[in-house]
């Protein structure tokens, strides 16, 4: 069983920075693609940015589009979310998912296509 493990909420001024990490562990955690999403209360899940197994392909939600950046480290099994000139817009819960793929295998938006979720780590964007 995969487990994801975020990290690096918190709260920060608009125009600030934060950034998320996803660190992942099990027998299968060397062999997934990652996503971010998040969640404002009352409202439904929204995705953000998905990144692929090898780290080539990355897609990103029009509204974090040259905002934020997804990456990883695959050697340490960690994905992060670089955010950059935060508005109170963006204040969530984010949550990292992962899913089993292999390497030719695009990131995908879709929730219902990762198994794998994170307890999720609360963002505050104060205006």
């Known amino acids: 069983q995969v487990q994801l493990v975020e990290s690096g909420g918190g709260l920060v001024q608009a125009g600030g920075s934060l950034r998320l990490s996803c660190a992942a562990s099990?027998?299968?955690?060397?062999?997934?693609?990652t996503a971010w999403f998040r969640r404002v209360p009352g409202k439904e899940r929204e995705f953000v940015a998905a990144i692929n197994r090898s780290g080539s392909s990355t897609v990103y939600a029009d509204s974090v589009k040259g905002r934020f950046t997804i990456s990883r480290d695959n050697a340490k099994k960690t994905t992060y979310l670089q955010m950059n000139n935060l508005e109170p817009e963006d204040t969530a819960v984010y949550y990292c998912?992962?899913?089993?793929?292999?390497?030719?295998?695009?990131?995908?938006?879709?929730?219902?296509?990762?198994?794998?979720w994170g307890q999720g780590t609360q963002v505050t964007v104060s205006s």
């Open positions: 998912a992962a899913r089993e793929t292999i390497l030719t295998v695009g990131p995908s938006l879709q929730d219902d296509q990762y198994r794998y």
């Open positions: 099990g027998p299968t955690s060397n062999r997934l693609g």
